[in-house]
């Protein structure tokens, strides 16, 4: 290099490192905050950030997606925007348990109502969830979720698996995110961690069948993630790191936020048994955490049961907070959700869903003209013909 010294050439490998560790920390903080649109596999998604009813430019990018990704471009797009026969979408139920029913088929009907609302293919995610919100910005977010039963993504299922087992207080629940390598590419997937009976397990969604629900049987942590781990395998996918949180609240109107990853785990650094000692480690952190922050009732117990968990009962055993997020033992949240502030933004609207007639119609379109030829596009482009997943 003109004016260079001589050494320049053995200082140019550092730097080298230096821009890549700094581009991979970059990658991690986007993905923690969730504040920039993300790639999966090299291939981008979006993040509508404009709340619900979606906005035009919104809606624009999402038919430059289509016309993009899929086989017949722009036409497909025109095709899906000038239907005029399109059929009213049906709202699935929302499960609701008599106090008799067991834990484990309670599992079963929510992941069945996660199903229901299907796996997004649309190449944008509807509703916006950012990991830095209190855990009571999330709760609302996800009843947003259950009344306009849209299309979900990974992370947008384990909110709503938060949300839907708040009132099952012998149940705990956890984040645990994977990263897997393919044909050049990294791919992140997450799922609902569950503890019922010392016995682990997983709820979630995905493009693949065996990387979604695990039912509540594994005896420790570690064979519910090497399960996961040889569901990767067959997918030819290599895992690469395993991010582990702690216990969430079962207070819907905590202020505290969700740990996503008390523990970072890379996989080949560790070897088998490190990756499974440290595993069993954090579940001991886990087990620990329960029992020391086994405080008194939540003195939010008397709030409306109404306003963030569709069927909340008796009072959730409470991890303790720290003064600072503690209210007067006299004060009251109030009931109504139009008058709580939203901590980041996100527009929580009225009863009902906020899109006009035709929009889960146009939607439910998308979805069926993206799952099956964006499989089709993306074979093409990767060995052993095995499609992205997450």
Request: charged share 30%; with cysteine.
């Amino acid at each position: 290099m003109p004016g260079g010294k001589a050494g320049g050439a053995d200082g140019a490998a550092p730097r080298q490192r230096e821009a890549s560790e700094g581009a991979a920390q970059r990658e991690e903080e986007q993905e923690d905050d969730g504040d920039e649109d993300l790639r999966d596999g090299g291939v981008p998604f979006f993040v509508n950030r404009g709340g619900l009813p979606v906005n035009e430019p919104t809606w624009e990018r999402m038919w430059r997606h289509v016309a993009k990704i899929h086989p017949e471009g722009e036409k497909v797009a025109q095709r899906i925007r000038g239907a005029t026969d399109l059929p009213k979408i049906p709202i699935p139920s929302v499960p609701a348990f008599q106090l008799s029913t067991p834990i484990p088929e309670r599992l079963e009907a929510i992941q069945r109502y996660i199903r229901e609302l299907q796996y997004n293919h649309t190449g944008t995610q509807f509703f916006e969830i950012k990991k830095s919100r209190p855990l009571t910005g999330l709760m609302d977010l996800a009843k947003e979720m259950t009344k306009e039963a849209l299309p979900i993504k990974c992370l947008e299922a384990v909110i709503l698996g938060i949300y839907l087992t708040n009132n099952m207080t012998t149940l705990e629940r956890f984040p645990i995110s994977f990263k897997t390598h393919f044909s050049g590419n990294y791919f992140r997937h997450i799922v609902l961690g569950v503890n019922f009976g010392g016995r682990y397990g997983a709820l979630g969604i995905s493009r693949r069948e065996e990387l979604m629900y695990k039912t509540p049987t594994f005896r420790t942590l570690s064979e519910l993630v090497f399960d996961f781990e040889e569901a990767y395998r067959r997918c030819w996918h290599t895992l690469k790191k395993v991010k582990l949180g702690q216990y969430v609240s079962h207070d819907p109107h905590s202020v505290e936020q969700i740990e996503w990853k008390h523990s970072i785990l890379d996989v080949e650094k560790l070897g088998r048994e490190d990756f499974r000692k440290e595993l069993e480690r954090h579940a001991r952190d886990m087990r620990l955490k329960i029992s020391k922050g086994a405080g008194p009732p939540s003195p939010t117990k008397d709030r409306k049961k109404d306003v963030s968990s569709p069927q909340r009962g008796q009072s959730s055993p409470h991890r303790r907070n720290s003064r600072g997020e503690r209210r007067p033992s006299g004060e009251k949240k109030p009931a109504d959700s139009k008058a709580m502030p939203d901590l980041n933004g996100y527009q929580i609207r009225g009863q009902g869903r906020s899109w006009n007639a035709k929009t889960p119609a146009l939607v439910q379109r998308l979805q069926c003209c993206l799952s099956t030829p964006r499989s089709v596009v993306c074979c093409t482009k990767a060995a052993h013909g095995i499609c992205p997943i997450g």
